[in-house]
């Protein structure tokens, strides 16, 4: 549910940063507070601050948390690689000119 809700977020940013010609500002945006979260979900890790590192080894009972920290620690990283990704294509597409 978590990964869903980081790609959502990130492909709302690009169709609005698409069809504003504002894409980098809007994907640099969405970036930095991604990168803040997982800043702020890495310290909690690290910190052992409510058992946030406990996802590695807690399956089957697993708390909301444990599962959320371990989605943003893992999943996020991969998140921002496919927006990269993504938005050099639309980049590369848009430096084409139009297409017939």
């Known amino acids: ?16 940063g ?9 994907l640099a945006k ?13 310290a909690m890790y690290y ?5 946030a590192d406990g996802f590695v080894d807690c399956w089957p009972n697993c708390t909301t948390y444990q599962d959320a920290s371990g989605t ?3 999943g996020l990283p991969v998140v921002l690689a496919a927006w990269v990704v993504a938005a050099a294509l639309i980049g590369w597409r848009r430096s084409r000119g139009p297409t017939r």
Do not use: F
């Open 47 to 51: 910190s052992d601050w409510r058992d």
């Open 1 to 16: 549910m978590a990964l869903g809700i980081l790609v959502a977020l990130g492909v709302g940013a690009m169709i609005s």
């Open 72 to 74: 943003i620690l893992v």
């Open 30 to 42: 969405s970036t930095l507070l991604l990168v803040a979260v997982w800043v702020a979900t890495a």
């Open 18 to 26: 698409a069809s504003r010609n504002r894409l980098v500002l809007s």
